[in-house]
């Protein structure tokens, strides 16, 4: 495999499958899906069955007990599960354009990870979007998605397909080129040189804490903001609590003031577990 895709949900399969019709359709196909499963339920299982019984997609389903929020460790069972050199992050409720994976591994370079962005889709609009509409690629398509109820927009630009204003928006843009868990990609070499996500954090900058050691081990950030696109498909985020954002700030500011590389609560436990 050239590239593993490692893709986390919980307990939404409906929007999880729109995902892997994505997937089925890209214009590079030597990678593998690895789930990282949060602890849904068995509807998610059995959708993902189904799927590799409908599709081509090698998909490996990395599950753990539900224990509420625990983004950050079945990430880390994923990592240590894929089989490849190469790996991209994203979430279950992203839809890849058919060049998605393509484009991750066009703009991959040593010393760097890609950073990418999202273009979110309204509620309604997602719930619209079925297979075909995804694979003909019509959710991509700026005149149809404004003819299923899409508001004109500045940032309706992100989903061009043409090559030069791609270059020239994702050159000038002001967003900062950060880790974000919908759409970053690295070498897995560097993903365990700092030993994976901190598994004590929960949501709130779990993601941008994980970048923020990869740069202080030297790994620069590249943007693909304008290359690399995926539609966000809208949903409920009942797993937001403000504990967990103090907590994790806290765990933020002590990375950035002593430069930390490796956290104490990532990878490392599970690799020493089997090495006994």
């Avoid at 849904?40 to 753990?64: A, E, G, P, V, Y």
């Avoid at 149809?144 to 004109?152: F, H, Y």
Wanted: a positive charge; charged letters at 25%.
């Amino acid at each position: 495999m050239k590239a593993s895709v490692i893709i986390s949900t919980y307990n939404s399969p409906e929007w999880l499958q729109k995902v892997l019709w994505g997937y089925s359709v890209q214009t590079f196909t030597d990678f593998e899906i690895v789930i990282a499963d949060d602890g849904s339920d068995q509807r998610t299982s059995d959708m993902l069955k189904m799927m590799q019984q409908k599709t081509n997609l090698s998909i490996n389903h990395i599950w753990h007990e539900d224990q509420g929020f625990q983004k950050t460790k079945i990430l880390n069972k994923a990592i240590l599960a894929t089989q490849s050199d190469y790996l991209i992050f994203t979430d279950g409720d992203c839809i890849p354009r058919q060049d998605f994976v393509e484009t991750h591994l066009e703009h991959r370079k040593s010393k760097h990870f890609l950073s990418g962005g999202h273009f979110p889709l309204t509620m309604e609009i997602s719930n619209l979007i079925n297979k075909n509409d995804i694979l003909s690629q019509n959710c991509f398509d700026i005149n149809w998605l404004k003819s299923k109820g899409l508001k004109s927009s500045f940032k309706n630009i992100k989903l061009t397909q043409k090559q030069a204003l791609s270059e020239f928006m994702n050159a000038i843009t002001p967003t900062k080129s950060t880790w974000n868990g919908g759409n970053a990609s690295a070498w897995k070499k560097d993903v365990i040189a700092i030993n994976g996500f901190d598994e004590r954090m929960q949501y709130g900058g779990e993601d941008r804490e994980f970048g923020e050691r990869l740069v202080n081990f030297g790994i620069s950030p590249k943007r693909v903001r304008y290359f690399a696109i995926i539609v966000h498909l809208e949903h409920e985020r009942g797993y937001v609590n403000e504990a967990a954002w103090i907590k994790n700030n806290k765990i933020r500011s002590e990375t950035k003031e002593k430069n930390k590389v490796r956290t104490q609560f990532g990878l490392n436990q599970y690799l020493s577990s089997k090495n006994q």
